[in-house]
């Protein structure tokens, strides 16, 4: 397909899906702006793929795309009012500027769903050791497992982020 008729489709797609993909997200988000910034991501989204023309169901994918990014977006929400909540608990704070505090929430945000990837057992295990500053023996007998587990559990976290970091440098 050529670059002008795969434009046309996705133009297309946009004029015959666009109201009702603001719409959905609309009744489910129930703010105007909001909606309308997810469904020009999910446009987006759309652009980026490869291939647009195989699509059978058009609302089906766009729900789909629309469904993700919602979700994320809710994610956000809820750590940047963590966020913001720790913020305001700390009054000789200096508070950082909105910019900032935006790179702030994205790393959280992004800390998050990188640990939410970890099995459980291993991603606790992990924030017993980062956070809380547990010794491995302490982590061993609080979870019930062996140290060389706590040990095991410690290295998969710490490969898992690191697979991520240089991921992130591939870009």
């Known amino acids: 397909m050529s670059s002008s ?18 719409h959905w997200l609309y009744k489910k988000l129930g703010n105007s702006s ?11 989204r759309l652009i980026a793929r490869e291939n647009t023309t195989q699509l059978q169901h058009p609302r089906a994918y ?6 993700g990014l919602m979700v994320n977006w809710i994610q956000r929400k809820h750590v940047e009012r ?4 720790v913020l305001t608990e700390q009054p000789d704070l200096d508070y950082p500027s909105p910019e900032h505090q935006t790179l702030i929430i994205e790393t959280l945000t992004h800390a998050i ?16 050791f980062q956070l809380e500053g547990l010794k491995h023996h302490q982590i061993a ?7 060389s587990t706590v040990k095991r559990h410690i290295q ?16």
């Open 82 to 85: 963590a966020y913001l909540e």
């Open 62 to 67: 766009l729900t789909k795309i629309a469904k």
């Open 156 to 171: 998969c976290a710490y490969i898992h982020c690191l697979d991520a970091m240089l991921d992130l440098e591939d870009f």
């Open 113 to 128: 769903q990188l640990l939410s990837e970890l099995p459980p057992q291993v991603r606790l295990t992990f924030l017993y």
């Open 34 to 44: 909001d909606a309308a910034d997810l469904a020009q991501d999910t446009f987006l």
């Open 141 to 147: 007998d609080k979870l019930n497992i062996s140290v």
């Open 5 to 22: 008729s795969a434009n046309q489709h996705i133009s297309n797609l946009y004029q015959e899906h666009h109201t009702w993909i603001y």
